[in-house]
């Protein structure tokens, strides 16, 4: 079992849709959890925190955690094109594991 | 300067040559890192410095030679590396090296070994 999964995509949605992007993790004694964003050539930019169970919004996006099922969640709403971009989910621990990204396309 | 500085932004060398990436970070962080990203790879983590000790070494072939002489700044030196060494090179740096507050990457420096 790889120790972060992503779905790779592309995921593509609509201008305006609410984008879903998912990630599930290994390490049961992860505490935090992060997502980034990478435009293509870019270098990733982190976007959202997340420390505990529950949600937590920040703008357009919020993040959702479930440590029980080992699950981390990347909600987008009214998604524009801007924010097509590749996803990468890195839970903190001793080895400090990205996911292989998944790559968002919003289409006007 | 704020945030992560990498130098160069781009490096073309070949098989025989030695070079050097260079990573300066303006935060007072105490951990830095080099990762290695490969075209549908994932980031791949090479070096971990923890005050300025390295802490992991991730099966990094001697080729590729990390060095830290202070909290602020970390090198990769690089000799006789082959074409599949070509890939973007990042440099991040945390407040703490669990990663517990997340990374802040420089803008990574592309390299090609021809």
């Known amino acids: 079992q790889k120790e972060v999964e992503q779905n790779s995509g592309p995921l593509s949605v609509p201008e305006g849709a609410i984008a879903s992007l998912n990630c599930t993790y290994s390490?049961?004694?992860?505490?935090?959890f992060f997502w980034y964003r990478q435009y293509s050539g870019k270098s990733p930019e982190l976007i959202m925190s997340?420390?505990?169970?529950g949600d937590k919004e920040d703008g357009r996006f919020t993040a959702q955690l479930n440590k029980a099922s080992q699950y981390v969640s990347l909600l987008i709403r009214d998604s524009q094109p801007s924010d097509s971009a590749t996803y990468l989910c890195?839970?903190?621990?001793?080895?400090?594991?990205f996911g292989t990204g998944t790559r968002l396309q919003v289409f006007p | 300067e704020t945030g992560v500085t990498q130098t160069p932004r781009h490096l073309v060398m070949g098989m025989t040559n030695k070079k050097s990436l260079k990573c300066e970070q303006h935060?007072?962080?105490?951990?830095m890192y080099w990762y290695k990203q490969s075209a549908k790879k994932p980031l791949e983590l090479m070096f971990v410095?923890?005050?300025?000790?390295?802490?992991e070494n991730n099966s990094v072939p001697s080729r590729f030679s990390p060095e830290c002489p202070n909290s602020s700044h970390l090198f990769l030196h690089l000799h006789t590396l082959q074409p599949e060494d070509s890939a973007l090179y990042l440099c991040?740096?945390?407040?703490?090296?669990?990663?517990?507050?997340?990374?802040?990457f420089g803008s990574g420096t592309r390299l090609t070994v021809v």
């Open positions: 991040a740096s945390s407040q703490d090296p669990g990663g517990g507050y997340g990374y802040t």
């Open positions: 390490d049961r004694g992860s505490q935090s």
């Open positions: 997340i420390y505990s169970n």
């Open positions: 890195a839970p903190s621990g001793d080895k400090l594991i």
């Open positions: 935060l007072g962080h105490n951990a």
């Open positions: 410095y923890n005050f300025k000790e390295q802490t």
